[in-house]
């Protein structure tokens, strides 16, 4: 079964409450960027939004915020979640490692949060050109992804099956920052510890410049 296919059937069959990765209230170190002044309200778009609460959040802020899923059903209920919340916010279906933003623009600040363990090496450098493309020059780029050293899903191993069915990638500091450094200045890479619904899992956070 495809990733798209996936996501389709945990956010088409799973209530939302019940989904490990969705929580209404936006990640700290999040809060921390808006909250400290690190990232102002500018163009933003979100990567791999699920049911946009995230995005929300940003919007709510002053942010303008453009937001992508692969998942058509996370989109309709990050699109009714806008309505119920009287917050304006973007919300496409689109494929990160395609045609990332149908609207074709580009923005000041990008992120994802706990998607990257779902693109697995050889895809990556298609995914991190996509970011840098969207992004103008002198825009910040967060993104936060399983680290290796967590103890989730049997705690050893590159590779882990999840119990929704889902294989994901659990990366290091050194591959990380290999990997970025092709195409972002890396202000800070670090592992932090995130809280999880049921458990908390440790995280490798980076937080990027693309160059001018």
């Known amino acids: 079964m495809s990733i798209k296919d996936q996501m389709d059937t945990i956010y088409g ?19 921390d960027l808006v909250q400290t002044g ?7 778009i979100d990567l791999g939004c699920g049911t946009g609460n995230y995005a929300l959040y940003l919007a709510g802020e002053g942010f303008d915020v453009t937001a992508v899923d692969i998942s058509a059903c996370a989109v309709e209920i990050a699109k009714n979640n806008s309505i119920k919340k009287g917050t304006p916010c973007n919300f496409y279906v689109a494929d990160v490692l395609g045609d990332l933003d149908p609207t074709g623009s580009t923005y000041d600040f990008a992120y994802d949060w706990e998607l990257l363990h779902h693109i697995f090496p050889e895809n990556r450098e298609k995914y991190l050109s996509n970011v840098a493309k969207l992004l103008n ?8 992804c399983f680290s290796e050293d967590s103890e989730q899903f049997g705690g050893k191993g590159k590779y882990r099956e999840t119990p929704l ?6 990366s290091s500091e050194n591959e990380l920052q290999d990997l970025f450094a092709s195409y972002f200045s890396i202000d800070s ?24």
Do not use: M, Q
């Not at 690190?38 to 933003?44: A, E, F, L, M, S």
């Open 13 to 31: 069959e799973f209530p939302v409450e019940d989904i490990p990765w969705n929580f209404e209230e936006p990640p700290r170190v999040l809060v």
């Open 38 to 44: 690190v990232i102002k309200p500018c163009r933003t």
């Open 137 to 144: 020059p002198g825009g910040r780029y967060l993104s936060v």
């Open 165 to 170: 069915g889902t294989r994901l990638y659990f």
């Open 189 to 212: 890479l670090k592992t932090i510890v995130v809280e999880g619904k049921f458990a908390p899992h440790k995280a490798i956070y980076a937080f990027l410049t693309k160059d001018k």
